[in-house]
T-cell receptor, first 115, second 112 residues
């Protein structure tokens, strides 16, 4: 079956702009989570959605937001982009989340460069 | 809070050498432990996992044993191949936290 699909794969934005990234989870998976990967901070958890509700949130400013649709697809948005937002943004899906002992599967990520 | 400390890299080995990447953790409760691998330009792939003390996770010749007494989950492989060159991440999830806490990653390069 198809894996986790993220679009776009690469994008360049200017400081102050906003960006929306999209994630389609594996069919049947209802939990979607997002992570930011940077050389300096490593991999950090952004948030997790389940059945269109945010269940958990990491320690990121309010400029970072997300949502999940009824078909489990998810988007994340970053407003007022800063240079430090340049990163690989990874989406991961699972049937109903980590606490149930499920394995989560990652997409290939969206590379965001802010100039 | 939860944290994962991973062996600093980069690590360079010759093909067929023995690999160990150290990982220790601090966590509340009884965490599940994971090793993920990231090949150049790609996302993360689950390599193996263990969900309780003394469990051994294994996959593709890699192994790691959940050691509660030493809070460790070291990754080992008896004979590495050039194709194993990648970045390896140790991670944990604990209790009701629905998130992974990652180590800093270890870059492995295997030379022919």
């Amino acid at each position: 079956k198809a894996g986790v699909t993220q679009t776009p794969r690469y994008l360049i934005k200017t400081r102050g702009q906003q960006v929306t990234l999209s994630c389609s989870p594996i069919s049947g998976h209802r939990s979607v989570s997002w992570y930011q990967q940077t050389p300096g901070q490593g991999l950090q958890f952004l948030f997790e959605y389940f059945s269109e509700t945010q269940r958990n949130k990491g320690n990121f400013p309010g400029r970072f937001s997300g949502r999940q649709f009824s078909n489990s697809r998810s988007e994340m948005n970053v407003s007022t982009l800063e240079l430090g937002d340049s990163a690989l943004y990874l989406c991961a899906s699972s049937f109903d989340g980590l606490s149930s002992g499920n394995t989560i599967y990652f997409g290939e990520g969206s590379w965001l460069t802010v100039v | 809070g939860n944290s994962v400390t991973q062996m600093e890299g980069p690590v360079t080995l010759s093909e067929e050498a023995f690999l160990t990447i150290n990982c220790t953790y601090t966590a509340t409760g009884y965490p599940s432990l994971f090793w993920y691998v990231q090949y150049p330009g790609e996302g993360l792939q689950l390599l193996l996992k263990a969900t309780k003390a003394d469990d051994k996770g294994s996959n593709k010749g890699f192994e790691a044993t959940y050691r509660k007494e030493t809070t460790s989950f070291h990754l080992e492989k008896g004979s590495v191949q050039v194709s194993d060159s990648a970045v390896y991440f140790c991670a944990l999830s604990s209790g009701s936290a629905r998130q992974l806490t990652f180590g800093s990653g270890t870059q492995l390069t295997v030379l022919p």
